[in-house]
């Protein structure tokens, strides 16, 4: 019976030479990540309200229409949910470069004329405009917290003092990606890096070493 030689023994590969270890992104890299990365989880976050809202919407219509029931907690709701939804996207949609520009000039320029750009953006109109709301909003938010205001609706929603803080965190989470911008482009203009990637590619989180 002729059959199939099997070899007396197998070759065990050698082990080459471990990989060199990536190495860990430089400081201001890890910074930009883990601030912009509040403004991602915020927004992600707050992106399921538009979903809720459509489905709150479409049972307050039914509701009314084919049961003829209502709640005026349920309708207002709708307002908390699209006030949120704005309020806490706003940082997000800076972040992804979301918000409408018109621009002329800017894309022929390169990228230090860019970064100049950007930079005097941030420092003269958007930190300071961020201020203003905040500094505007500060004695509106807290006589609201001082009467604990709710809804002047009978069966309304309470917690409109709630809402009413999200004057002061909208502008608190667009500064935070002002100061994202501030750093980009104070790195293009010092020659540290000619184009900072986005969080996405940093391999880091807030807390690593």
Do not use: K
């Given at each position: 019976m002729i059959g199939r030689s099997t070899p007396s023994h197998r070759r065990t590969p050698v082990p080459g030479p471990d990989p060199a270890p990536r190495p860990s992104p430089p400081w201001w890299r890890r910074a930009i990540a883990g601030l912009e990365w509040v403004n991602d989880w915020v927004g992600r976050a707050a992106a399921w309200l538009a979903l809720l809202m459509v489905a709150v919407t479409f049972l307050v219509v039914v509701?009314?229409?084919?049961?003829?029931?209502?709640?005026?907690?349920?309708?207002?709701?709708?307002?908390?949910?699209?006030?949120?939804?704005?309020?806490l996207g706003i940082g997000y949609a800076l972040r992804h470069e979301g918000h409408v520009r018109v621009d002329v000039f800017y894309y022929r320029m390169g990228p230090r004329a860019r970064a100049w750009v950007d930079l005097g953006g941030t420092l003269v109109l958007l930190f300071?405009?961020?201020?203003?709301?905040?500094?505007?909003?500060?004695?509106?938010?807290a006589s609201s917290w001082s009467v604990r205001e709710g809804s002047r609706e009978a069966g309304g929603l309470p917690g409109v003092y709630l809402l009413k803080t999200l004057i002061l965190v909208m502008p608190g989470?667009?500064?935070?990606?002002?100061?994202?911008?501030?750093?980009?482009?104070?790195?293009?203009?010092l020659g540290i890096d000619?184009?900072?990637?986005?969080?996405?590619?940093?391999?880091?989180?807030?807390?690593d070493a």
């Open positions: 509701l009314r229409y084919l049961f003829d029931l209502g709640w005026i907690a349920m309708q207002e709701s709708v307002t908390y949910m699209h006030a949120m939804l704005f309020m300071p405009v961020c201020l203003f709301i905040a500094w505007i909003g500060w004695d509106y938010v989470l667009v500064m935070i990606q002002g100061l994202v911008l501030v750093l980009r482009n104070t790195l293009v203009l000619e184009s900072v990637p986005p969080a996405e590619s940093v391999d880091t989180r807030p807390g």
